[in-house]
């Protein structure tokens, strides 16, 4: 079984506990419009060109090759409270090679970082072999999510709404895009989803960075975001706070590993 | 700890050099006074430390509560330059400069309290008086005794003309006499460490500063004379002291000047040693910031998770230390080269990196560099060139390279003459009472070697070994005139090595075997040497000191060999990889597996030291919880069993600004190759190396 791969980071800090290194898989069915991860967005591996020279992003991986590989960090991850964090892209579009990997890794604690747009079934297999889910939920609204990210939210919301039953603790992520996802509707919207869901450690709240377009010129492509990018966020998490849902404003966590 | 406003003035008015205005250079001219009184160059060392103590009037500012500035610029020389020349031809060897880059007995020195060595002294006389040497010898020591506590008085009588009665005490008790306060202590601890320097001496490191102040703190603390807020504004007054005259200095750029402190670790009996002191010299540490002086902590895959957070504090702002050291690896390879185990358990850092024992080790740690590029290049060309029909013979051929080079470093230092040093002597363990100056030996009379450029080496003879030997499509005639070429016209077989060759610092088993390879035959090599003509031995070592730049590009003087365009893709003059790091400019995949890769190395046969350096984008420390991973980091680089290391954070974007525009970045500190140092201060060949470090990708 083979997949591609756009990054491997280690000692990546942003992306689950402990000690860790974070897989990008390349290929993601949304297009949402602060993505900061361009190279992640097209399935098959391309091009970067910058000042520096010229990079391929995305290398076509055996599973077992990619799991010998993860598996040989084993004793440094495994002691420090870490493990393997599958990001992308989505990690869930490439799922058959996520799953032969998961299944070669060796005691990993693995974390899936996902916008959780899959099949309801695929989703509920690949979160019951995870140790925590990084769940992106984005707006609520299914005519703005589709607005915004290209895509329906349907499957999104039916995933997360099936979290609870799967039994693996997750953080649901928001990126807080100014006057996008940031206005009180969505994070009323977003706190009222979440309230007594079971397995819910906290909510994140991802401000967002303007390195966003950092890499687009790279890719080939215009970073041309439709709202104001300077805008204030909309930072209040009374929201939340009113419905007693554990809330986190990260850092500036939602730049991508250099 | 936020500095107090007191301190923080006082740090600035120090970067600022507001106490230049005290510095002349007037110096005492020692050659002509030993002349006229015909001194043997013994008497001539005592001399000038009596005379340099004599020229320095104290100073006392109001807001100082540890004083010593010096104001004598320059340290003069012992004879004429004809004098010398004369002096010279009846050595027998070839005469060292002055004696640096050990650490001196601090503890005992304080413990015991100057007038207590100079008795040692005078009973050793008593004892020996019947051989000349020892009476010379121990009446220079006695000579520069005298000079220090002459100088302690003269700065005590100033202060109780100030009205400062609480420095008078403690500058009358100490260093004379065990001081009573942590206070005292501290001050004690800077006027000998002062005169090590006006004595011509370089690279004084303060060696394991927490232990041997630890018990004076205690004390004052139990007895209720100072709380913590108080001893830490002591200890940050004297950080900061140590900064005063760093300029004067010398070293290759300004920081490198060997100011080393070690914390923590096992004390001679291999109990745990870490104590209050420890945690607060490195809050003062990060209060300070500053870069003397220069912290090294001692861990192992057990150490407290709390202390390596309070570490990574350091490491987030950017200081280039912590520099770490697993003592489940030093101590266990120092014993296994001769050490003893309480000595070794005792160890601490010379100035940058290279392990020593304070008091006890007449140790030259940094002979010189072996290049591992070089010894590969010139085994791969001539093996190419003769047609070798298989890898072993270039690695054959590289290993009598490896000979050849240490055979030649070491061959002429085997004649070496180290120069009396009687002040500095009183400060270690054994001459007081063998009547023997340390140039003649101590305990320890190793030398280092540091071993330069392995994973350039390693990424060399691993082309090789893929292309040429096991694929065999590189033809041998098209990689000897590329190289020939520095690879003009020949972009897309310099891209095939640079890219497509496994690379050293990715935990790739295949390039690391030739890293481990090229380690062991150094190993073998410096044991062939045997003893080195001072009862010591060969320490090989991973670290490279500035040797990553001139192996690269040559320097008036090296003895070294310089390589051009190597086999791993590398051009002509780039610079290899500082210490323990992957050559600059190679992809690999991150810190876990480069620790992994340099874990390999057998650092039961090689003790020199010599950092895994890694460098970090300063993102990293986003968010609340960077510190605890990077203290995981640590923890991971102990565990995977790797030596030593040191951790760079550094913004690509403000190296930038700081190379444009130096006014508004003259507190950016980073590490250079064992030291930190203000990047506005360095050469722009070292400021280009720090910045092409973090260059890499997109």
């Known amino acids: 079984m083979r997949g591609i791969v756009f990054d491997i980071i280690e000692f990546a800090v942003h992306d689950g506990p402990g000690l860790r290194t974070t897989v990008f898989l390349k290929g993601c069915p949304l297009r949402c419009s602060w993505c900061h991860n361009p190279e992640g967005l097209h399935p098959a591996p391309q091009i970067l060109t910058s000042p520096a020279g010229e990079r391929l992003a995305g290398r076509v991986w055996e599973a077992s090759e990619l799991a010998a590989l993860l598996n040989r960090q084993g004793d440094l991850l495994r002691p420090n409270g870490g493990g393997v964090t599958f990001s992308g892209g989505e990690p869930l579009a490439q799922y058959e090679f996520l799953l032969a990997v998961l299944a070669r890794l060796d005691h990993l604690d693995v974390v899936l970082d996902t916008s959780g747009y899959a099949l309801p079934e695929v989703y509920a297999e690949v979160v019951s072999r995870c140790a925590l889910i990084y769940q992106d939920l984005k707006l609520v609204d299914p005519a703005a999510h589709v607005r915004w990210t290209?895509?329906?939210?349907?499957?999104?919301?039916?995933?997360?709404?099936?979290?609870?039953?799967?039994?693996?603790?997750?953080?649901?992520?928001?990126?807080?895009?100014?006057?996008v996802t940031d206005t009180p509707l969505n994070l009323r919207a977003i706190a009222r989803l979440a309230d007594g869901l079971d397995g819910l450690l906290r909510v994140d709240l991802l401000p967002y960075h303007r390195a966003a377009g950092g890499k687009y010129r790279a890719c080939g492509m215009d970073f041309v975001p439709d709202y104001p990018e300077d805008a204030p966020l909309n930072l209040d998490l009374s929201p939340f706070d009113d419905l007693g849902v554990p809330v986190r404003l990260a850092g500036e966590s939602y730049d991508a590993p250099l | 700890m936020p500095l107090s406003e007191r301190l923080s003035a006082m740090r600035e008015a120090v970067r600022a050099g507001a106490h230049h205005h005290y510095r002349h250079d007037d110096t005492p001219d020692i050659a002509a006074e030993a002349a006229a009184r015909g001194l043997t160059w013994a008497q001539r060392a005592a001399l000038r430390t009596v005379r340099m103590c004599a020229g320095e009037p104290p100073i006392i500012e109001p807001d100082q509560r540890i004083v010593f500035t010096r104001t004598q610029r320059r340290v003069p020389p012992l004879y004429t330059p004809d004098d010398w020349a004369a002096f010279r031809a009846t050595l027998d060897g070839d005469p060292s400069g002055e004696i640096n880059n050990i650490c001196a007995d601090w503890g005992a020195v304080l413990d015991q309290g100057l007038l207590a060595r100079r008795a040692q002294?005078?009973?050793?006389?008593?004892?020996?008086?019947?051989?000349?040497?020892?009476?010379?010898?121990?009446?220079?020591?006695v000579a520069t005794i005298d000079s220090v506590l002459d100088l302690a008085a003269r700065y005590a009588a100033e202060a109780r003309r100030l009205g400062r009665n609480d420095l008078a005490a403690a500058l009358d008790e100490a260093p004379a006499n065990r001081p009573t306060s942590f206070h005292a202590a501290l001050q004690a601890l800077r006027l000998l460490q002062a005169v090590v320097w006006l004595s011509g001496h370089m690279h004084v490191g303060l060696g394991r500063l927490d232990q041997y102040l630890w018990p004076y703190l205690a004390a004052d603390l139990a007895a209720g004379r100072l709380d913590w807020p108080g001893a830490e504004e002591l200890l940050a007054e004297f950080f900061i002291s140590l900064n005063r005259d760093s300029d004067l200095y010398p070293g290759v750029q300004v920081g490198d000047n060997g100011q080393s402190v070690m914390l923590g670790g096992v004390d001679r009996a291999g109990r745990e040693a870490v104590n209050p002191l420890t945690w607060a010299a490195l809050r003062v540490a990060g209060a300070v910031a500053m870069i003397d002086p220069k912290i090294n902590l001692r861990v192992t895959p057990d150490t407290d998770h709390e202390l390596l957070r309070e570490a990574?504090?350091?490491?987030?702002?950017g200081l280039g230390f912590p520099q770490y050291a697993n003592d489940d690896q030093v101590i266990p390879g120092l014993v296994a080269f001769g050490y003893d185990w309480e000595d070794a358990r005792d160890y601490t850092v010379a100035a940058c990196w290279e392990f020593i024992i304070p008091g006890r080790g007449m140790e030259i740690v940094n002979v010189g560099a072996v290049s591992f590029p070089a010894a590969a290049d010139a085994a791969i060309r001539a093996g190419l060139a003769a047609g070798d029909a298989g890898f072993q013979s270039i690695l054959d051929r590289c290993e009598a390279e490896i000979r050849a080079q240490v055979h030649a470093l070491i061959e002429p230092e085997r004649r070496l003459i180290l120069p009396p040093a009687p002040y500095f002597s009183v400060l270690m363990d054994g001459p007081l009472a063998t009547g023997r100056d340390l140039s003649a030996g101590l305990k320890y009379n190793n030398f280092g070697l540091?071993?330069?450029?392995?994973?350039?080496?390693?990424?060399?003879?691993?082309?090789i070994h893929e292309l040429v030997y096991d694929q065999r499509t590189l033809a041998p005639g098209d990689l000897l005139a590329a190289l020939d070429a520095d690879f003009e016209g020949y972009e897309s077989l310099r891209t095939r090595l640079r890219e497509t060759v496994t690379k050293v610092g990715n935990n790739d088993d295949d390039a690391d075997a030739q890293l481990v390879w090229l380690f062991e035959r150094f190993a073998a090599a410096c044991a062939a040497e045997g003893d080195n003509g001072r009862g010591g031995r060969i320490r090989p070592g991973t670290g490279t000191a500035m040797f990553y730049v001139w192996l690269a590009r040559g320097r008036a003087g090296l003895r070294e060999p310089v390589v051009g365009a190597t086999a791993d893709g590398r051009h002509v003059g780039d610079l290899f990889g500082a210490n323990l790091a992957p050559t600059p400019g190679v992809t690999v995949r991150g810190p876990l597996s480069t620790l992994q890769t340099f874990a390999k190395i057998p650092y039961d046969q090689i003790v020199n030291?010599?950092?895994?350096?890694?460098?970090?984008?300063?993102?990293v420390f986003r968010g609340d919880e960077a510190l605890d991973k990077v203290a995981l980091l640590v923890r991971a680089f102990a565990q995977v069993g790797c030596q030593q290391m040191q951790i760079n954070t550094v913004n690509l974007a403000t190296l930038e600004d700081a190379q444009r525009h130096p006014e508004q970045h003259r507190?950016?500190?980073v590490r250079v190759w064992g030291w930190s140092g203000y990047f506005v201060e360095l050469d722009p060949v070292y400021q280009e190396h720090v910045m092409s470090r973090h260059r890499h990708g997109l």
């Open chain 2, 450 to 463: 540091h071993g330069a450029g392995c994973a350039a080496g390693a990424d060399a003879l691993q082309a």
């Open chain 1, 150 to 179: 290209g895509a329906d939210n349907a499957w999104i919301l039916a995933n997360i709404a099936q979290l609870p039953r799967l039994g693996v603790p997750f953080v649901l992520r928001v990126p807080l895009v100014p006057t």
């Open chain 2, 121 to 141: 002294a005078l009973a050793t006389r008593a004892r020996l008086a019947a051989d000349p040497a020892a009476v010379e010898f121990l009446e220079a020591a």
């Open chain 2, 609 to 619: 030291g010599g950092p895994v350096t890694l460098e970090l984008a300063d993102n």
């Open chain 2, 667 to 669: 507190h950016l500190i």
């Open chain 2, 312 to 317: 990574s504090r350091l490491t987030r702002l």
